[in-house]
């Protein structure tokens, strides 16, 4: 029998979140049709964010993957709050990271795969998908990074 996403994530030794409340006027993901829109998740942890700063300078990039994860964690948690099961998920469609760089880095792509390889772990087969990481100026509160996706559902 195969393991659902949720026995997964407890098997990774994680525990999915309560969804991060928006700080602004947005809601944290919306369905349309077959598929489940998540906004930007930051990496809230308890109701804080874990770490501020810029990748490159005061976040090391190892640091950044970790919370690229976190971020990643609650757009799961976002998800699951928009149709009750992961199970439901048929593939991770599109994952899109935002890496507050100092000006010399350019390691985003190593960033982001803190969130693309958590996804591989959870839902296995169906977490492989297309992305896109980007290193911006500034994010919201001064995160160091923030992780958006799209998943098809049933």
């Not at 990748?55 to 757009?75: H, Q």
């Not at 911006?136 to 001064?142: C, H, K, S, Y």
Request: contains cysteine; aromatic residues 4%; negative net charge.
């Amino acid at each position: 029998m195969t393991q659902s996403p949720e026995e997964r994530i407890a098997d990774l030794g994680l525990t999915l979140p309560e969804v991060v409340k928006p700080v602004a006027a947005y809601v944290p993901s919306l369905r349309s049709g077959g598929h489940v829109y998540t906004s930007g998740q930051v990496p809230m942890v308890d109701g804080r964010l874990d770490d501020t700063g810029k990748v490159g300078a005061a976040v090391s990039p190892e640091r950044a993957e970790e919370l690229a994860a976190v971020c990643a964690l609650n757009a799961i948690a976002a998800v699951k709050a928009e149709v009750g099961e992961l199970s439901r998920v048929r593939r991770v469609v599109k994952v899109v990271g935002f890496v507050a760089s100092d000006p010399a880095f350019t390691g985003q792509p190593q960033v982001v795969n803190g969130a693309s390889e958590l996804l591989g772990r959870v839902f296995g087969e169906a977490g492989a998908h297309a992305r896109s990481a980007v290193g911006v100026a500034v994010l919201p509160l001064d995160a160091p990074v923030e992780v958006e996706m799209i998943v098809e559902v049933d």
